[in-house]
């Protein structure tokens, strides 16, 4: 998928040292799967880059995007992502409130016009003029269109926004939909996943800045480096489906024993995502290691497909 180039904002430049900035781009560049060499040129990128300003929009979602992501552990990750771009507005993580916070996100997107990020969590309600959800009296639907109007890229973070998630699931009362329903005419990057593994926010992020263009995308404009391969084939239970060991209830021998949740329901097999590599809160763990199946959460309509529990059909010999 082409990924075109997209020019830098005006805004001063960072002040992270070069040794911290070079930590954080061999980080990112290890996640990206880009090799050695390109750690020194994001490092470059990014020291010469002027910060990016972002707004950060969320419309119906839970928070635990943004929780996810300021649970970062990678050591210099958080502080250096806030240092790389300029979060001008976030409802969650800003100091501003009230009207204050309405108008440091137009200001940012007039000082910024066609420069700056729109990332967006959360399902945009459609329906009746898409009045179910709205921020200071203003329906997320029009909110989104009027700043994705003159914002250079748009990453959906999150399965709700990037297909609509929870929000979509039957019966979807609100005519919810992810942002590229809405907005076809724009660099767009789904980092999809219920919530996404927080580097996987980041590196996007870096990437944009540092390249000027968004990483290479698969066929659902998720970040191939984030989405490589099924949970299935990198998670450290399948050598016991490759023997046929299955758990067959939560609190059996086979469970007790760390055997394959396959037939509790897992969908790790059809399942694109870093989780069973990368996992959460600083590598500690993920779901299936706490011994629950995967539920499917980076892939659209992952709410409607299939029961948590209900086990895919078809196993074969993977
Ligand atoms: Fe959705 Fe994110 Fe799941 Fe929650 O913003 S992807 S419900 S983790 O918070 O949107």
């Known amino acids: 998928m082409s990924t075109p180039a997209i020019e830098s904002t005006g805004q001063p430049a960072q002040t992270v040292s070069r040794r911290a900035l070079l930590q954080f781009s061999s980080a990112m560049c290890s ?23 972002v707004v950060w929009l969320s419309f119906q979602e839970c ?7 300021s649970r970062s552990y990678s050591p210099t990750l958080e502080s250096l992502i806030f240092d790389v771009v300029s979060l001008d507005y976030h409802h969650t993580l800003q100091a501003a409130s009230g009207d204050a916070a309405e108008q440091a996100r137009d200001a940012a997107a007039t000082a910024n016009k066609g ?4 990332v967006v969590d959360g399902a945009v309600s459609t329906k009746d003029g ?18 994705a ?9 999150g399965t709700c926004a990037a297909f609509g998630g929870i929000a979509k699931a039957k019966p979807n009362p609100t005519g919810a939909v992810g942002v590229q329903e809405i907005v076809s005419d724009k660099p767009l990057i789904n980092v999809s996943g219920c919530p996404p593994v927080p580097e996987a926010i980041a ?27 099924t949970i299935h084939q990198r998670c450290y239970r399948r050598p016991f489906y490759r023997e046929g060991l299955f758990a067959k209830s939560f609190d059996d021998e086979g469970a007790r024993k760390g055997y394959c949740l396959y037939y509790l329901g897992c969908k790790g097999p059809v399942t694109r995502g870093i989780c069973a590599t990368r996992k959460w809160n600083g590598g500690v763990s993920f779901p299936i290691q706490s011994g629950h199946g995967c539920l499917g959460c980076t892939e659209p309509n992952f709410w409607d497909r299939a029961g948590f529990y209900q086990p895919l059909e078809g196993r074969g010999s993977r």
């Open 115 to 118: 420069k700056y990020i729109l």
């Open 31 to 53: 996640l990206l799967a880009l090799p050695a060499a390109a750690a020194s040129a994001m490092a470059e990128g990014l020291a010469k880059t002027p910060r990016q300003s």
């Open 63 to 69: 928070t635990g995007c943004t929780e996810s992501l």
């Open 149 to 157: 109007r003159d914002a250079k890229a748009i990453v959906a973070v």
């Open 130 to 147: 898409g009045l179910y959800s709205t921020i200071a009296g203003v329906a997320n639907l029009d909110m989104l269109r009027a700043l």
């Open 203 to 229: 590196g996007v992020l870096a990437h944009l800045v540092a390249f000027g263009k968004p990483p290479e995308l698969d066929r659902l404009k998720r970040p191939v480096a984030f989405f490589p391969a």
